[in-house]
T-cell receptor, first 117, second 113 residues
Framework: DTGVSQDPRHKITKRGQNVTFRCDPI?????LYWYRQTLGQGPEFLTY????????KSRLLSDRFSAERPKGSFSTLEIQRTEQGDSAMYLC???????????????FGPGTRLTVL | AQKITQTQPGMFVQEKEAVTLDCTYD???????LFWYKQPSSGEMIFLIY??????QNATEGRYSLNFQKARKSANLVISASQLGDSAMYFC??????????FGTGTRLLVSP
């Protein structure tokens, strides 16, 4: 596997239900990011992990959202008590270790499209 | 405030012609990276080109070049010899302090035969 994978690719749920998404980064990448993209907008940063440590969380990440990366490999993003406003594409990206070269780009997964009915 | 502005919601170009997609940015960080990503209808974000804030020369990657004007805080993407497969959304993004990406709202490019 040479890319970032995300599961599921699509999720339809009813308002009030909990959902969990998974992201598997590129194997040697220790930095992992979650973004949310709503229709017609660019992706917005949600949270960032370096290894297993969650180093930054956006104000967009309300108390209903929680992200984990327990062993510094895959990550999960859980949304509790989903609302219709949570409908969006959830993108995961990974990035290699700090090398002193800032040009290492973030590699994105295919995204999980969430629809809340 | 960290912000990316893309003022062109949509652009049209004929195949084999060049097109410029505009991007301006605002940041107080002295060190930052500027990126362009392509997002086809399938949804994945594809990295195209990178420009560092201290780079003296404009970045080029095949048919893509980045016209970096630091004083004007602009980072326009130039696509030469457009192809039908270039039709997609294009996002300009900035990485202030080289951490998270801040994206613009995107430009939809349509390439016609």
């Amino acid at each position: 596997d040479t890319g970032v994978s995300q599961d599921p690719r699509h999720k339809i749920t009813k308002r009030g239900q909990n959902v969990t998404f998974r992201c598997d980064p590129i194997s040697e990448h220790n930095r992992l990011y979650w973004y949310r993209q709503t229709l017609g907008q660019g992706p917005e940063f949600l949270t960032y992990f370096q290894n297993e440590a969650q180093l930054e969380k956006s104000r967009l990440l309300s108390d209903r959202f929680s992200a984990e990366r327990p062993k510094g490999s895959f990550s999960t993003l859980e949304i509790q008590r989903t609302e219709q406003g949570d409908s969006a594409m959830y993108l995961c990206a990974s990035r290699g270790p700090v090398s002193g070269g800032e040009k290492d780009e973030q590699f994105f997964g295919p995204g999980t499209r969430l629809t809340v009915l | 405030a960290q912000k990316i502005t893309q003022t062109q919601p949509g652009m049209f170009v004929q195949e084999k012609e060049a097109v410029t997609l505009d991007c301006t940015y605002d940041t107080s960080d002295p060190s930052y990276g500027l990126f362009w990503y392509k997002q086809p209808s399938s949804g994945e974000m594809i990295f195209l080109i990178y420009q560092g804030s201290y780079d003296q020369q404009n970045a080029t990657e095949g048919r893509y070049s980045l016209n970096f004007q630091k004083a004007r805080k602009s980072a326009n993407l130039v696509i030469s010899a457009s192809q039908l497969g270039d039709s997609a959304m294009y996002f300009c993004a900035m990485m202030p302090g080289f951490q998270k990406l801040v994206f613009g709202t995107g430009t939809r490019l349509l390439v016609s035969p």
